[in-house]
């Protein structure tokens, strides 16, 4: 039923008498079809760092000239400051209180819940997503109703010691893509969704925006904001030149804005202030009046604005209102609510909530906090002891507020995300792999204006980190324990700078001193866990993955890493038995290629190939998938169809070895000596410590006549520690050379290695 009242159309149209329309862009009102949508968030824009907003050093004319033809929201307040509770808002048209997404990395948008893409969608519309960060990668669920949706972040690619927000592509990048979708159909009405992350941190505009700005954070930032406004032009002026734009409705919003240093605060998550969480909104298009709207209105509504104006009814859980009203000149006494949960999460200080009516601002903290943000823009002068009774009105108006948005629901469990991802994200501070039950127990907590201080000490301990300077980023986190030993964030930061620094019983403590103080922290355990593996203590590592999915039993991560070590201990039936149990909890194609890998160890070859057909089935671009695939044509002699599939794995996996090794063997097979070696090269770039792709290389660069490569190869692949069997070959190999160089002494020596090699070899075979 859900889904029906979803689909449901208001069969009128949209009142008429909206203003006339100004010259530019949009022209006038079409009336050949349906309207269009283009929805484009910019993440971390600070509604003041616009032209349009008043802010004079801007450089953002595409913004500007929507805003001055559109609908501005000079008031309008997201509700938090962080990337997918967020846009969980914008597309549900809820608050946190009812889509229960409170953080990133470790909540997802339920199923449950009606997105705008699904309303567009179930219209009859095109729907297309475009992100430009993994912190909205489809694993978080914020890709439901979108027929197309461009993430596809290849965790490989990016330095994750950052964080998770490290994984991010330019906004050139997403609008090609956006633009090559756009102009495949251009008779249907469209829903695009376009999500612009540059403004983020780290701050590295292109030129020719960088060298327009001061060298400076700020300027640095205003940089990114300029070359944002112009990927956003690219669109606006590829759907003008098409003839689109008149019929398509513009919205462009932030999901959160930036602190830049106010309040101690450098970047955004931590505070609920203004700099966070005011956030420009721009409507703008066929039956959008040209007006500034000085109204609080929330990110909330956008998603009923959108409704109106294609003539959708609004689903019935939507808790925003439309805007259209206030482009008529009414009023609708809006409250704007926002909170951050990261505190109390990552740190196990206090959450904070505010509300704000447009002039003043109340935030809800230890010590509560009162503000006039008209007067007092920067929220520097707290009134909350000046005006008791202001402060008593607003609070008692948050407190309600947040009972009538809540539902009646447990905490939210985490998403179950594929290992791969989970063993690259697992060393982020900015992660938390679940929620911990401590984390959600009322007592009380400090004020993070308190703590801000410490919490910006281990934010410049991941600096360090990040540049090497790991002792001194273990002093700093140091620091912050002997302030608050409580902070398990810290314990778990510390163990992982320890783990890099290669002090794994270090970190083995710091872990333990984190279960210490929570017994219960799923991320703790599964660091500690992983730590053991790494020290090889395979006992103590898969007690621990027991416990991580005893905490938590929908989490498929402990499940494949208790396969894994199954797989190293030859119980590779057991693994398989263990990976099964998996498959509907966790990334389903990653599964199905180590139970293929599992299958392939015990000859399962029909088996394995089923696993591994489906396996590319679900996700065509399946890492090790088409390798694997290859080794089972090749274990039934099926030397082309194996060829195919290495050559398939390395379009999918440029940066796996394997394929290319693979490949190279059967291509020297196949009487391609050339190729095989173009191959054999790429597997040892790839993997410098190959010893025994080094030996390969060799002999096939001896058969090419280049015997100085060949030496150095096969020198090269004896010092790698090679496969024992694969020794004798790298010593034949330099006989063969000395010989034909007439260093008849050196090459006896090399035949005699090779022969001592080869026997010790026979001898490891038979025991």
Request: charged share 20%.
């Amino acid at each position: 039923m859900r889904r029906l009242v979803a689909a449901l159309v208001v069969v009128a149209g949209l009142a008429a008498g909206w203003l006339g329309w100004q010259q530019g862009w949009f022209g006038g009102l079409s009336t050949s079809g349906p309207r269009s949508v283009l929805l484009i968030s910019v993440d971390t824009l600070r509604a003041d760092r616009l032209g349009s907003y008043g802010y004079q050093a801007a450089s953002t004319p595409v913004l500007d000239g929507l805003a001055a033809r559109g609908l501005r929201f000079e008031q309008a307040a997201t509700v938090a400051p962080l990337t997918l509770p967020a846009h969980a808002s914008l597309f549900s048209g809820t608050f946190p209180t009812f889509h229960g997404v409170r953080d990133n990395g470790s909540f997802y948008v339920n199923d449950s819940i009606t997105t705008l893409a699904e309303v567009m969608q179930a219209r009859g519309y095109r729907t297309g997503g475009f992100v430009g960060a993994f912190v909205l990668d489809r694993r978080w669920g914020i890709a439901q109703g979108f027929d197309h949706y461009f993430d596809g972040f290849d965790l490989s690619n990016y330095d994750m010691a950052a964080g998770l927000d490290a994984a991010q592509r330019p906004g050139s990048e997403v609008v090609d893509h956006a633009l090559s979708w756009l102009g495949e159909d251009s008779d249907r009405p469209y829903f695009a969704w376009v999500h612009l992350y540059d403004p983020h941190s780290p701050y590295t505009p292109p030129e020719p925006y960088r060298s327009r700005f001061p060298a400076t954070m700020e300027g640095a930032y205003d940089a990114e904001i300029a070359a944002t406004d112009a990927q956003i032009g690219r669109l606006l002026d590829s759907l003008q030149a098409s003839g689109r734009l008149d019929n398509t409705i513009v919205v462009v919003v932030a999901d959160h804005g930036e602190s830049l240093g106010e309040h101690g605060e450098q970047q955004h998550g931590f505070f609920v202030y203004d700099a966070a969480v005011r956030i420009p909104l721009i409507v703008a298009g066929p039956g959008v009046p040209a007006r500034a709207v000085p109204d609080q209105v929330r990110i909330v509504d956008v998603m009923p604005t959108v409704l109106e104006l294609v003539g959708a009814a609004v689903p019935s859980d939507v808790q925003g209102v439309s805007l259209l009203p206030l482009g008529r000149g009414e009023e609708l006494e809006l409250l704007g609510f926002s909170e951050t949960w990261y505190p109390r999460y990552h740190y196990g200080w206090s959450e904070l909530t505010a509300v704000r009516n447009g002039q003043f601002k109340f935030i809800a903290a230890p010590r509560r906090e009162l503000y006039d943000t008209q007067a007092d823009p920067g929220e520097l002068n707290d009134l909350s002891a000046a005006n008791p009774r202001m402060a008593d009105a607003l609070e008692r108006a948050l407190r309600d507020m947040a009972a009538r948005t809540a539902i009646a629901a447990k905490p939210q469990a985490p998403r179950a995300i594929d290992p791969a991802a989970e063993e690259r994200l697992r060393a982020l501070g900015y992660v938390a792999t679940t929620i911990s039950r401590a984390a959600l127990v009322e007592r009380p907590r400090s004020d993070p204006k308190d703590m801000i201080g410490f919490y910006n000490l281990l934010k410049l301990a991941g600096s360090d980190s990040v540049a090497g300077r790991l002792d001194e980023a273990i002093a700093k986190i140091r620091t912050v324990l002997a302030a608050d030993p409580e902070v398990i964030e810290a314990h778990t930061i510390l163990g992982n700078i320890q783990i890099k620094a290669g002090r794994v019983a270090d970190a083995i403590k710091a872990y333990q001193q984190a279960l210490a103080v929570d017994p219960e922290h799923e991320g703790a355990a599964w660091s500690l866990a992983l730590a053991y593996r790494q020290a090889g203590k395979l006992d103590e590592a898969r007690t621990g993955f027991e416990r991580v999915f005893q905490l938590n039993p929908r989490g498929a991560k402990a499940l494949y890493q208790l396969a894994t070590l199954a797989m190293g201990q030859g119980d590779f039936a057991g693994a398989a038995a263990t990976l099964e149990k998996g498959l509907d909890l966790g990334d389903r194609a990653v599964f199905l290629v180590k139970i293929a890998e599992a299958r392939l160890e015990l000859n399962q070859l029909d088996a394995a190939q089923a696993a591994l057909t489906e396996a590319v089935k679900l996700n065509a671009d399946q890492s090790m998938a088409h390798y694997n695939l290859g080794l089972v044509h090749e274990a039934r002699g099926e030397w082309q169809a194996a060829a195919a599939e290495y050559e398939a794995e390395v379009k999918v996996s440029p940066k796996l070895y394997q394929p290319h090794f693979n490949l190279a063997k059967l291509l020297t097979r196949g009487g391609r000596p050339a190729d095989a070696l173009t191959h054999y090269r790429a597997a040892v770039d790839l993997n410098p410590e190959f010893g025994t792709g080094f030996l390969y290389l060799a002999k096939a660069q001896l058969d090419a006549g280049d015997l100085k490569s060949a030496e150095a190869s096969a020198t090269r692949g004896l010092a790698a520690k090679p496969d024992a069997g694969m020794v004798p070959l790298g010593h034949y190999v330099l006989a063969d050379i000395y010989s034909r160089q007439g260093r008849d002494a050196d090459a006896a020596r090399q035949a005699a290695a090779g022969k001592r090699a080869e026997a010790r070899a026979g001898n490891q075979g038979r025991r």
